[in-house]
Every structure is written in C-alpha cells, then in structure tokens.
C-alpha cells in the first residue's frame, strides 16, 4: 500500500521537501515503517532517535497498524530542539535533569517537582559497581502513558513527565526521572509520588545488580531495597 508521509523541520530540510511516498506491505506497522525509511531514506536516519509518529493527529507507539488512508507525519524534537519531545520515555541515553525542568515550564505553572533516582554505589555493606535495566519497551511505555492519563483524569491540571534509562549504568546516574508540574505546589508533590511509585510498580523494567564481589542479580524494579532511591 502507498503511504503519503509528512515531514517537518529538519526532517523536511534533510529531504528537501516536506512528503514523501513510500509503499509499505498490507498489515506493516510503524516499526516496519520506521525501518523502511532508513533503508529508504539514508539521510534521515541521524534524526531517528527522537522522532515520534503521529497517524491520524494522534501520537502512536511502533506497534500501531498502517493503514492507507491513514495521514502519517514523522514530528522531529520540539522544544527548542531537546532531544525529549516525550513525556514518556524509554532510552539508552543519559538523562538530562535540565531538560526535563524545561519542558515542564509554562507560565501557569507554579511548581515543579522532580524525583531524580540514581544508582546507588554503597547498599549497607554491599558494593554496587553497576547496573543493568532491561525493558519490555512497548508494553513499558503503553503502561507508562496509563499512568500519565489516569493521574491526568484526578489531577487535570498537572502535566507528568516519566523518563526512565536502559543500558548499563554506573554509581552516581541517573536511572530514572519522574516529574510533575501544577500551578500549586501542593498538587505537583503528591503527584511526583505518586507517578514514581506506580511506574516501580506498574511498568515493565528490570535491572541486574553486579556486586564488587562478583556476584550478579537480577531484581524487579518494584524492590524496595533498590539501588537507586
């Protein structure tokens, strides 16, 4: 089937226009899309990694469904180019604490709360030399953007951002950024709880803990005797 696909900003730039065609099997998905392209279109792949795709006006996951009617655009990072467009987000990538402070800034906003969780090295008497977090992507981030719905529905004014790293991290990073922002400053605490307790709970992410004595376990990200705080 024919898709028309919409590109903005940089992308568009690099294309020299702003659509292009593409024909894609009966049934593909957005990851099949997203693949397609970089074979396609070798010059889009350095944007890749912080485009998000919209089907229809709606942000869609990479397991969404193509069809041929669809409208489907490729949104490059917004905000003065932060490489974090997402509210929710999954990445192998450090996380940028100043970013998330600056996409959370609005001027009804009067309060900003963010829970920053870093890799412990010292657990009572145990040494941490570093950890490993696996997610189950999609589902995470399916989960992750329930979270944010249903803490939107009790508190309709407080916009959430959970960003959570992948990979092998060491002492002293940064693993997981959750925030909240409200025009009161009581709405934006409970909240930032809240989302940091329901994403440990809740989302599918798990780390493997490598111990100075050689010894190596995985862990739930629910544990309440975690590396990170």
């Known amino acids: 089937m024919k898709l028309e696909i919409k590109l903005f900003a940089g992308l568009a730039e ?7 065609t593409l024909n894609v099997p009966t049934g593909a998905t957005v990851r099949d899309l997203r693949l397609q392209m970089s074979l396609e279109f070798p010059q889009l792949q350095s944007f890749f990694d912080g485009v998000i795709v919209a089907i229809d006006q709606t942000y869609v996951q990479d397991d969404a ?5 669809s409208e489907v655009a490729l949104i490059p990072p917004v905000g003065g180019g932060s490489p974090y ?7 192998q990538k450090p996380l940028n604490v100043s970013q998330a402070h600056s996409q959370l800034m609005d001027s009804h906003i009067g309060g900003i709360v963010l829970f ?6 010292w657990t009572q008497n ?3 030399l570093h950890l490993q977090y696996e997610a189950y992507q999609e589902m995470a ?3 992750m953007r329930i979270i944010e719905t249903e803490l939107k529905e009790q508190w309709p004014q407080v916009q959430t951002l959970q960003w959570h790293r992948v990979g092998v991290l060491k002492p002293t990073e940064t693993a997981v950024i959750c925030a909240a922002a409200s025009p009161h400053r009581e709405e934006a605490f409970t909240v930032a ?3 940091i307790e329901r994403l440990k709970r809740e989302v599918p992410i798990w780390k493997k803990e490598f ?19």
């Open 116 to 121: 920053c969780g870093t890799v412990r090295e």
């Open 65 to 69: 469904l193509l069809h041929e009617s």
């Open 193 to 195: 709880k809240v989302l």
């Open 14 to 20: 690099a294309m020299g226009n702003h659509q292009v």
């Open 141 to 143: 981030l399916v989960q």
């Open 211 to 229: 111990y100075e004595n050689g010894d190596a376990v995985w862990q739930p990200n629910e544990k309440s005797e975690d590396t990170t705080d």
């Open 126 to 128: 145990r040494r941490t």
């Open 85 to 91: 467009p997402q509210s929710c987000l999954i990445t």
